[in-house]
């Protein structure tokens, strides 16, 4: 999560193992909900597609609900060709196959279980990580829970990622106003008073906005609150 970045192009709902998650994505998929879909990837023309970005594309695409990927090849800006793949397809553009996708799914599936046996605690914030591989093989993950200090700030290294993540979540958060103010006090609580003052000037003002009536909120809204 990059802190200080943009939002995503898109947030899809996306169910997975019996979870539904709120993705963000920056794919272009073209096409109706019921009907053909296409996800659309750049790729520099003479870069060799490697099995990650194969996956990567096959994720996107799986999460985009799209049935083709359109691979766009360009050079300096320009396009020089276009290839059309079977979302399916996808992992074997990167020297892998069927099987290659089949473990990854596996493999998120055991992350899921490893997540929803360990967060456990109401209005928590957890961050996953994965350890440095020593031996070749993928390192282990770690699970941090951010916690908040005496001082009512939190001393792990993903608190402001995790403030603005809250932030975020809290701006399409609709209807369950209680909802987005115990997000928009968790931003506040994890960002850094001096680096993040935008973020928390704009928590507070969502915080007064959602004790507004509808009539006052729209006024708001005019008014550029």
Not at 134 to 144: F, Q
Not at 167 to 191: F, K
Not at 197 to 215: C, D, K, M, N, T
């Amino acid at each position: 999560l990059d802190w200080r970045g943009r939002s995503p192009a898109q947030v899809v709902r996306y169910r997975f193992a019996g979870l539904e998650m709120l993705l963000g994505s920056d794919t272009v998929v073209y096409g109706r909900d019921g009907g053909h879909r296409v996800g659309a990837h750049a790729i520099e023309e003479g870069t060799t597609i490697t099995e990650a970005r194969a996956l990567d594309m096959w994720l996107e695409n799986s999460i985009g609900s799209a049935d083709d990927a359109a691979i766009c090849y360009h050079r300096d800006g320009r396009v020089q060709g276009y290839q059309l793949v079977r979302t399916e397809d996808l992992p074997a553009c990167g020297d892998a196959d069927a099987g290659t996708a089949v473990a990854t799914v596996a493999r998120a599936k055991s992350v899921l279980e490893f997540v929803k046996q360990h967060c456990v605690d109401d209005d928590a914030t957890y961050c996953l990580t994965r350890a440095a591989a020593t031996d070749g093989s993928g390192g282990a993950l770690e699970l941090w829970r951010v916690d908040d200090g005496r001082d009512g700030r939190s001393a792990t290294p993903f608190a402001r990622a995790c403030a603005t993540l809250c932030l975020r979540i809290a701006r399409r958060v609709s209807g369950d106003r209680a909802q987005q103010r115990r997000l928009l006090d968790r931003c506040v609580a994890l960002a850094d008073p001096r680096r993040d003052a935008a973020e928390i000037a704009e928590a507070h003002l969502l915080v007064a906005r959602s004790f507004l009536g509808p009539a006052a909120a729209a006024a708001w809204d005019a008014f550029g609150g």
